[in-house]
């Protein structure tokens, strides 16, 4: 029985991702590191409401040993690399520790998980368009990582001819974590990168299926900001 593997599809955008999944007929892996509840009720959910096989799987993306063993243990038609790590603090503030913890999981993981991912016909990178134009200054190590998914997504697809291999670039997302965000900080924040209206995670979440069949060429960035 193959699989869509979902990285960080506990909450926010990887739980829009798998439903969007399950909906279409897919069987589902939500892999989770510390949010085993949600991940669990997800599950049950999509299980109940589209007549799926839905499992949930613990997965740290940075132990290559578990990464390995992950893609040993199961049939995976498509990875979709979601998970990722942020912390928000100028550059006077943040730690050599904080600001490689960050690219280690974002970048690190993303490169491990590629890696091992030998048998996926597919693989999508999220990224963010913060890897691309819309830099910020308290979370520069957020955007070196994001940027540097864009560039390993496009040498891998250099490196993997049998695969199709797509980085998405999306903006501000109307996620769990966005809206619990300072409202003036967040708003002063859209409007420095053009952006009106926080995206709808679902929307995002639909584009990244549409991938699937899509005859973009492997190594395509796609942005999604409106």
Do not use: H
């Not at 069987?27 to 509840?37: A, E, M, P, T």
């Not at 990464?67 to 243990?73: A, I, P, S």
């Not at 979370?139 to 496009?154: E, P, R």
């Not at 619990?180 to 995206?199: A, H």
């Amino acid at each position: 029985m193959n699989y869509v593997l979902v990285t960080g599809g506990a909450q926010g955008l990887g739980a829009s991702i798998c439903r969007v999944f399950a909906s279409k007929g897919y069987n589902v892996i939500i892999g989770y590191l510390n949010s085993k509840d949600s991940a669990l009720e997800l599950s049950n959910k999509l299980n109940k409401e589209y007549n799926v096989n839905c499992i949930v799987k613990k997965i740290d993306i940075t132990c290559e040993e578990d990464v390995k063993c992950l893609f040993d243990e199961y049939d995976i038609d498509i990875l979709i690399n979601n998970a990722s790590l942020s912390c928000d603090n100028y550059i006077e503030d943040k730690s050599f520790d904080e600001f490689m913890n960050v690219l280690k999981v974002n970048l690190g993981g993303t490169y491990l998980m590629c890696k091992y991912a030998k048998k996926v016909k597919t693989v999508i990178n999220i990224s963010s368009k913060d890897g691309i134009d819309t830099y910020n200054p308290i979370s520069l190590d957020y955007c070196s990582s994001k940027a540097g998914i864009i560039n390993l997504s496009c040498n891998l697809s250099l490196y993997y001819k049998d695969k199709k291999i797509y980085c998405v670039c999306p903006g501000w997302i109307n996620t769990e974590s966005v809206s619990s965000m300072n409202p003036e900080y967040l708003k002063s924040e859209m409007k420095r990168i053009g952006q009106d209206t926080l995206l709808d995670k679902d929307y995002v979440a639909n584009k990244i299926y549409d991938l699937i069949d899509s005859n973009k060429k492997s190594g395509s960035v796609v942005i999604i900001d409106e």
